[in-house]
């Protein structure tokens, strides 16, 4: 039996036949068309020898009829028949002699009109000649065309009977490949069957474990009664090891790894299984071990995000203001004095805020601050306006701030590392004057500067509990913003924030 389709050589072979049709169609009526005016074209010429002969006769008898014949001649040797012959389908040697006669037309035609016909009566016989070569070339050309036809003709011919030559080829091909389809479709049926059974315990398997509580025992059990096996263990340490079913020494163990985990594998007992079956069902019992390790991952990573959001947003609120109280607290009992009444109550509280001080700064978690939506000047403006009862320190918001709605991500953060600095300001720089500038490097750019005059900036090494200027950065790259905190050059401090702001 022949390797090549037999649908595609019948497809070939019908194809070669239109196409052979097209082509003779083509040409057949390419040649009409340009055959069309070819008689005329031929009369034409014949009678350019008669109007010749006119003009030598009309030169020396009847020079009254000369001017018309001229005029005649002329229409005539330049008809719409012999003008298109100019085509770029028509022959150079066709071409090539009509403009020859052309030339010596209008060489001869000004003697002509002029009166002078010596010159043209003694090279009328020359130019007859020319006039000749020219119909003999049209009609060689006229005669090219229809052998054209002719021989495409007769090669499509061939051609289909060549082509009726392979279609009783194929037509035995043909019988040979219904018992070879049919052969196929047999053993295809089989793998159908064998797939679908496949397939079947896959889903099966695949609803099993797509739970929340993944009944890996459950999937294991389904294997085990499908393919008949003696038992079957999964083992994933350290967290799963499972088997199902009883073990059989008369039988060898066969296994396959888990892909992609650490130590896992998939071990089976039978006389006889599926390899593709197994490997499928080792393949999704590793996807699913994978997304319960993810998952894992997941909740722990939300948890620890959360317990750090929890713990940011406390140091921001509550720990501020408990700060707050344990100043005005230590102002207090330098009023009331060591021995009064009162002191040993004011030691307690000042005790208990230190306290509840300290116990704020172990956790390690807030709420997410909300802040109303206002445009950036506003914005800043709020926060100063928060702060300045808390100082005696003159604040001023100055630059250019645009009049644009940061999106709530970074309004969040960036009146929160505004803030932080400001606090920073009022309550270690002992400055008198704070200065919020708003300025714009570029289009993209923005850029928040927080100056002071105070006694300047010393970065300490990290204490247990201060979190203030570790928060201002991780909100800074949270941003994707450059975050520089330096002296400014009158000895305060400057806390520079850069970002590409995005509207809501």
């Given amino acids: ?119 043209f009566q003694q090279n009328v016989s020359l130019y007859v000649e020319q006039i000749d070569s020219f119909v003999l070339a049209l009609q060689r050309w006229a005669e090219l065309k229809m052998k054209l036809v002719v021989g495409a003709c007769l090669l499509s011919f061939i051609a289909i009977l060549l082509l009726a030559k392979a279609f009783c080829r194929m037509s035995g091909e043909l019988e040979k490949q219904y018992l070879w389809l049919e052969q196929a479709v047999k053993e295809k049926t089989a793998h159908l069957r064998q797939a679908n059974r496949r397939l079947k315990l896959l889903y099966q398997c695949s609803e099993i474990l797509r739970g929340h509580d993944k009944a890996y025992s459950r999937a294991l059990a389904l294997a085990k009664e499908h393919e008949n096996l003696s038992a079957v263990a999964l083992s994933a340490p350290p967290r799963w090891q499972l088997s199902v079913g ?79 109280l344990r100043i005005q607290m230590t102002r207090l009992k330098r009023i009331v004095g060591k021995e009064s009444a009162p002191a040993a109550i004011v030691s307690e509280v000042d005790a208990a805020l230190a306290e509840a001080n300290r116990q704020l700064r172990e956790l390690l978690t807030t709420f997410r601050l909300s802040i109303e939506p206002a445009d950036l000047a506003t914005a800043l403006a709020q926060v100063i306006a928060q702060l300045r009862p808390q100082t005696e320190a003159k604040i001023h918001l100055t630059g250019d701030a645009p009049p644009q709605h940061l999106n709530a991500h970074q309004q969040v953060h960036v009146l929160q590392i505004v803030r932080e600095a400001l606090l920073n300001a009022i309550r270690h720089a002992q400055a008198s004057e704070i200065e919020v500038r708003v300025a714009r490097p570029d289009e993209k750019l923005l850029q928040i500067e927080v100056n002071d005059n105070g006694q300047g900036f010393s970065q300490p090494g990290a204490k247990p509990g201060h979190y203030g200027l570790a928060i201002m950065q991780e909100r800074a790259k949270s941003l994707d913003a450059t975050l520089e905190i330096g002296q400014t050059e009158y000895g305060g401090t400057r806390v520079s924030l850069r970002f590409a702001a995005e509207s809501k």
């Fill in 246 to 324: 009883q073990e059989d020494t008369a039988l060898a163990w066969h296994s396959l790894p888990l892909e992609q985990t650490i130590g896992g594998v998939l071990r089976w007992q039978a006389s006889a299984s599926e390899p593709q079956l197994m490997k499928g069902l080792a393949s999704m019992l590793a996807r699913s071990l994978q997304l319960d390790e993810a998952e894992e991952k997941v909740r722990h990573l939300l948890l620890m995000e959360e317990r750090a959001t929890i713990a940011r947003e406390l140091h921001d609120s509550l720990a501020q203001s408990l700060v707050y």
């Fill in 1 to 119: 039996m022949s390797e090549r389709s037999v649908t595609r050589s019948l497809a070939r072979a019908l194809f070669a036949i239109v196409l052979l049709a097209v082509f003779c169609s083509l040409l057949s009526l390419l040649t009409l068309s340009a055959s069309q005016r070819d008689a005329e074209a031929l009369n034409m010429a014949g009678s350019l020898r008669m109007q010749s002969y006119r003009l030598a006769w009309d030169a020396s008898a009847h020079p009254a009829a000369l001017a018309a014949d001229i005029a005649s001649y002329q229409r005539s040797v330049q008809s719409p028949a012999l003008l298109a012959l100019r085509h770029a389908w028509v022959p150079d040697s066709v071409k090539a002699r009509y403009r020859e006669l052309l030339a010596s037309w209008q060489s001869l035609q000004p003697e002509l009109q002029t009166g002078d016909s010596r010159r």
